[in-house]
C-alpha cells in the first residue's frame, strides 16, 4: 500500500520566507509526527498529532514554526520567516496507534534557506 | 548525559565480519527501546525492536540490560547491503521517542 508521502521533496528558498511543506500519512494511522533532521545530525523532535487530542508542541524550536493536522489525515508544518539554520531535512513520519508504536518515515522534505 | 548516546563509528568491517553496536540510555524509566536504520539519504526504517528478553531476527540480535541502560545490536555474517547508520530509539512513555544520532556502518568487500 502507499507509504507516507511529503511534498515538495526539496524546496529553497530565500531568507525571510514563509515555506509550507506537506505531509500525508499512511491512511488510517492516527498518530502523525514532524522532525528535522540537519546534516550529520540525529533526528530532533518538532511537533506529535494523535488523534483528536491537542498536539505535543514541545519540541518546536521557535514560534516561528507551526503545523496543522487537518481532518485527522494530512499535515502542514510552516516556517515563517525563514533562517538559515532552518535548513534540514524535515522528516514525516505515522503510526497506527500511539507514540511506542512502529513508525513509518516519508522521503523527507530538504530545505534550503539561502 | 545526553538521552540516548552512540558511538558514531564509522565501523569499517569486511564482508563476513560480526560486529556489535551498543547504545546507552539515561532515562531508567524508559519502556521500549528500537533500532532503526537509515541509508545515505533516506529516512529511517524500523529494523527491529528490542524486547526485554532479547530477541533475534536472521543475522541480527538484539539485546536489552536494563541495570546497565543499554541495548545492543549484533550483526552476524555482515553483507555489502548492511552498510547504513543505525539509529537507537527510546521510548520513555508520555514522551517523544527520542533517536539517537547514529552508528555507521560500512562493509568493506
Known amino acids: 500500500g502507499a507509504g507516507v508521502s511529503q511534498s515538495p521533496s526539496n524546496k529553497v528558498t530565500e531568507k525571510g520566507k514563509d515555506v509550507e511543506l506537506r505531509c500525508d500519512p499512511i491512511?488510517?494511522?492516527?498518530?502523525l509526527y514532524w522532525y528535522r533532521q540537519s546534516l550529520g545530525q540525529g533526528l530532533e523532535f518538532l511537533i506529535y498529532?494523535?488523534?483528536?487530542?491537542?498536539?505535543?508542541k514541545s519540541g518546536l524550536p521557535s514560534d516561528r514554526f507551526s503545523a496543522e493536522r487537518t481532518g485527522g489525515s494530512v499535515s502542514t508544518l510552516t516556517i515563517q520567516r525563514t533562517q538559515q539554520e532552518d535548513s534540514a531535512v524535515y522528516l514525516c513520519?505515522?503510526?497506527?496507534?500511539?507514540?511506542?508504536?512502529?513508525?513509518?518515515f516519508g522521503p523527507g522534505t530538504r530545505l534550503t534557506v539561502t | 548525559r545526553k538521552e540516548v548516546e552512540q558511538d558514531p563509528g564509522p565501523f569499517n568491517v569486511p564482508e563476513g565480519a560480526t560486529v556489535a553496536f551498543n547504545c546507552t540510555y539515561s532515562?531508567?524509566?524508559?519502556?521500549?527501546f528500537f533500532w532503526y536504520r537509515q541509508d545515505c539519504r533516506k529516512e529511517p526504517k524500523l529494523l527491529m525492536s528490542?524486547?526485554?528478553s532479547g530477541n533475534e531476527d536472521g543475522r541480527f540480535t538484539a539485546q536489552l540490560n536494563r541495570a546497565s541502560q543499554y541495548i545492543s545490536l549484533l550483526i552476524r555474517d555482515s553483507k555489502l547491503s548492511d552498510s547504513a547508520t543505525y539509529l537507537c530509539?527510546?521510548?520513555?512513555?508520555?514522551?517523544?521517542?527520542?533517536f539517537g544520532k547514529g552508528t555507521r556502518l560500512s562493509v568493506i568487500a
Open positions: 498529532f494523535q488523534g483528536n487530542s491537542a498536539p505535543d
Open positions: 513520519a505515522s503510526s497506527l496507534l500511539g507514540i511506542s508504536y512502529e513508525q513509518y
Open positions: 530509539v527510546v521510548f520513555s512513555g508520555n514522551t517523544p521517542l527520542v
Open positions: 491512511s488510517g494511522h492516527t498518530a
Open positions: 528490542v524486547y526485554s
Open positions: 532515562n531508567s524509566a524508559s519502556q521500549s
